[in-house]
């Protein structure tokens, strides 16, 4: 989990959702809105606790190795006879709960009888310590 020190407060202006943003807005406030339309730049993770945004390294070894493993033991029980409950999984998969915005290591919708729709929260929510 990730965690944000915040030094100074500082708020977003609207028309800071304009320019693309990195590791320098960690610790800034925003709202949900302007999360959702703010341009990222590839690499880290961004996410809203509370208001605040939180900048993350992109995950590493320790944490990408066991996400692969798990995915490909997933897709292995889907093949299998009992795999029809397990609908769908997803690595780094962004979750939209109230005014948070949290990105998972993996999700996993299952028990659905169907594939998920678009902004429907996941059944399973996974989160690996690296």
């Not at 944000?4 to 949900?32: P, Y």
């Not at 493993?69 to 769908?88: A, I």
């Not at 998920?116 to 929510?125: D, Q, S, W």
Request: net charge positive; proline share 7%; with cysteine.
């Amino acid at each position: 989990m990730s965690t944000a020190v915040i030094s100074q407060r500082r708020r977003v202006r609207s028309s800071a959702a304009l320019k693309v943003m990195g590791a320098e807005v960690n610790g800034l406030i925003m709202t949900a809105r302007q999360f959702d339309r703010a341009l990222f730049e590839p690499g880290h993770r961004f996410e809203l606790i509370n208001g605040v945004c939180v900048v993350a390294p992109p995950p590493d070894e320790n944490e990408r190795l066991p996400n692969d493993v798990l995915s490909f033991t997933l897709r292995l029980y889907q093949q299998g006879p009992h795999g029809k409950f397990l609908n769908q999984t997803m690595p780094e998969h962004q979750i939209a709960v109230g005014s948070n915005r949290r990105r998972a290591d993996r999700v996993i919708w299952c028990g659905l009888g169907r594939h998920p729709k678009r902004g429907e929260l996941p059944t399973i929510v996974i989160e690996l310590v690296s």
